[in-house]
C-alpha cells in the first residue's frame, strides 16, 4: 500500500484579551496531517499554545510556553500579520 502523508505547521496570532490595564495575546501553533493511501484518507489538526504577548504600563513583552522570554523580532518574522495586531492593542 502506498501512503502519502503532509504536514503544515502555521503559527498565528488569536484572540486579544484585556484584563484591566494588561492586554495578552496568545500566538498558537496550528499543525495539520493529512494522508491518502490505497483504501483510506485521513486528517488530523493540533493547536497548542507557542507564546504570550504582554502589553502593561511596563511595556510590551513576550514569554513562550516554558515561561521563558522569546524575542518580539523573531515573532514578528514568524507570525504573518502580527504587526497589525500589535497596533490595535
Known amino acids: 500500500?502506498?501512503?502519502r502523508t503532509r504536514h503544515t505547521e502555521t503559527v498565528r496570532a488569536g484572540t486579544p484579551?484585556?484584563?484591566g490595564a494588561?492586554?495578552?495575546l496568545p500566538i498558537e501553533r496550528v499543525v495539520l496531517h493529512s494522508g491518502r493511501g490505497n483504501t483510506r484518507v485521513?486528517?488530523?489538526a493540533i493547536k497548542e499554545p507557542y507564546a504570550l504577548i504582554v502589553r502593561d504600563a511596563g511595556g510590551l513583552w513576550a514569554i513562550d510556553t516554558d515561561a521563558a522570554a522569546?524575542?518580539?523580532e523573531a515573532l514578528r518574522q514568524r507570525v504573518p500579520g502580527l504587526d497589525t495586531v500589535l497596533a490595535a492593542m
Do not use: A, D, N, R
Open 22 to 24: 494588561v492586554m495578552l
Open 17 to 19: 484579551v484585556t484584563h
Open 1 to 3: 500500500m502506498l501512503e
Open 42 to 44: 485521513w486528517f488530523s
Open 70 to 72: 522569546v524575542s518580539l
